[in-house]
């Protein structure tokens, strides 16, 4: 990768992460909320969000499938697997206890919030027993 | 509005949705974050024990380098937010998270799930919900459904028969 991308990620993290703030997404008050139901605040968040990166998506690939280095985007094929449903409610699960998702948990530290150090260790360890049952699990 | 404020969904949301878009032109990436936590243990790991897991057994200089980046760039994001533009404007972590066993066993636990869940889905909030059903991934959206799902079952199951209460 070329080297200038590497200042322009880390300008991306931090306007990332201010906004994910700046949101409340990383808020447990939030969150707790949110998937009780009683309120719509972060459903309105990530639908507007979802709606926004759809419609700037489909302009950007319609004038231009290059980066501004000239190269192709690596973009994922995301196939559909079963791995997606299981681990996706696992998430989900682990996303209510935490109440924090993985951008949020990084966000978190930043704002000085020590206990997310927890969750980091804890996300860590799940990707190592990831890692290990793989083979025994369905993808 | 003031610097020091919190901002309302219609801003906060189409800022976050603009940064598909922006990871694809300026980095040719896809926004993501939760291979950071494969690309972690890939570096703390011996290399004697990645030739047996092979999940973590590639050149993360090379994979995973541009996203470690963007991380130290989301941590020093948050600290920008907390120093100097008046925080998230309420309140972050419950109180006992980390001082009862309690809670810090809570934010372990759940913090298991989240990177085993995440790896296993092969994406989070980010890397699916936004990125993926913007670039109109139909697996994306079947994953955000269940990322949904399995976060009300779990507050379902706390408030009816664990006395969860909403904040």
């Known amino acids: ?25 990383i808020s447990f008050v939030r969150i707790r909320r949110m998937f009780a139901f009683a ?36 973009v994922k094929d995301r196939p ?8 996706g409610l696992i998430f989900g699960v682990g996303w209510y206890l935490t109440t924090a998702c993985p951008g949020p948990i990084y966000a978190l530290l930043g704002n000085l919030q020590w206990p997310a150090l927890f969750i980091l260790a804890g996300a860590l360890i799940g990707a190592f027993l990831f890692g290990l049952l793989k083979p025994k699990l369905k993808d | 509005m003031e610097i020091n404020d919190p901002l309302p969904w219609y801003i906060a949301g189409p800022i976050i949705g603009l940064f598909v878009p922006a990871f ?65 404007g309420i309140q972050l972590m419950p109180d006992n998270a980390g001082s009862s066993w309690e809670g810090i066993l809570t934010l372990f636990f759940g913090g298991i799930l989240v990177g085993f869940g995440t790896r296993w889905a092969d994406g989070c909030t980010s890397g699916h919900t936004i990125n993926g ?19 009300v079952a779990a507050s379902f199951v706390h408030r009816m028969f664990f006395g969860g209460i909403v904040p």
């Open chain 1, 39 to 74: 309120e719509p605040h972060l459903y309105l968040v990530i639908a507007s969000a979802v709606a926004v990166g759809l419609v700037s998506t489909l302009i950007l690939k319609a004038i231009t499938k290059k980066d501004i280095g000239g190269q192709d985007y690596q």
């Open chain 1, 80 to 87: 559909f697997r079963p791995g997606i449903i299981f681990g």
């Open chain 2, 24 to 88: 694809l032109l300026l980095a040719g990436k896809e926004l993501g974050i939760s291979s950071s936590f494969r690309h972690a243990c890939s570096i703390l790991l011996p290399q004697r024990t990645k030739t047996k897991l092979t999940y973590f057994n590639y050149d993360w200089k090379k994979e995973g380098s541009w996203q470690l980046v963007f991380v130290l760039g989301l941590l020093f994001g948050g600290f920008v937010t907390q120093q100097w533009l008046g925080g998230a």
């Open chain 2, 133 to 151: 059903i913007s670039q109109l991934k139909l697996s994306s959206l079947i994953a955000s459904i269940c990322f949904v799902a399995g976060g």
């Open chain 1, 1 to 25: 990768m070329k080297w200038w991308k590497y200042p322009i990620l880390l300008g991306l993290g931090v306007a990332f992460a201010i906004g994910l703030s700046k949101a409340q997404l």
